[in-house]
């Protein structure tokens, strides 16, 4: 079963009210979630491409990734068409983007909830999707205690 109907959250996927590009994060990380994150791609096979200043690199270790310039990104397809960037900014909170343009019914819905869930039992955490530039107000995560991608704003 679905952890979500695209019918009862269409209205968060809806880039004209809540921008295209939501923020995804994971607060309250550390040096070992982020390789947690990077093992956990590696290990699911998911398509991904590792880039420091716009140049393919090798996917390093997380502290290696930590410690480099700004610019350092990780791109992974959990599935074809749908792409997260991962960028490496702080060791504190795992931050990512997803295009919710990429995400329209439910059989996108179930693949975004899918990819969340396996990130938050992995790290045993939350994952949380903020509207875009409205960090602090998530409408959406893993949630860790029912082991399911909820919905945590009320109908717009």
Do not use: N
């Not at 994150?37 to 140049?55: P, T």
């Not at 690199?57 to 290696?64: E, S």
């Not at 060791?91 to 295009?99: A, L, R, T």
């Amino acid at each position: 079963m679905a952890d979500l109907l695209w019918d009862d959250v269409k209205d968060l996927f809806d880039p004209r009210t809540t921008g295209s590009l939501p923020d995804l994060r994971v607060p309250d990380t550390a040096v070992s979630d982020w390789q947690a994150l990077l093992d956990l791609v590696v290990e699911r096979g998911w398509r991904h491409r590792y880039a420091e200043g716009g140049a393919a690199a090798p996917l390093p270790r997380a502290q290696a990734a930590l410690s480099r310039p700004a610019g350092a990104e990780l791109r992974v397809w959990p599935s074809g068409g749908v792409l997260a960037i991962f960028r490496f900014c702080a060791p504190e909170e795992i931050d990512f983007d997803v295009d919710l343009r990429e995400l329209q019914g439910q059989e996108r819905l179930d693949i975004l909830c899918g990819f969340l869930a396996a990130i938050g039992r992995r790290l045993g955490k939350p994952v949380l999707m903020d509207p875009e530039g409205d960090r602090g107000r998530p409408v959406l995560g893993f949630d860790v205690r029912t082991d399911r991608v909820i919905r945590l704003a009320e109908p717009w």
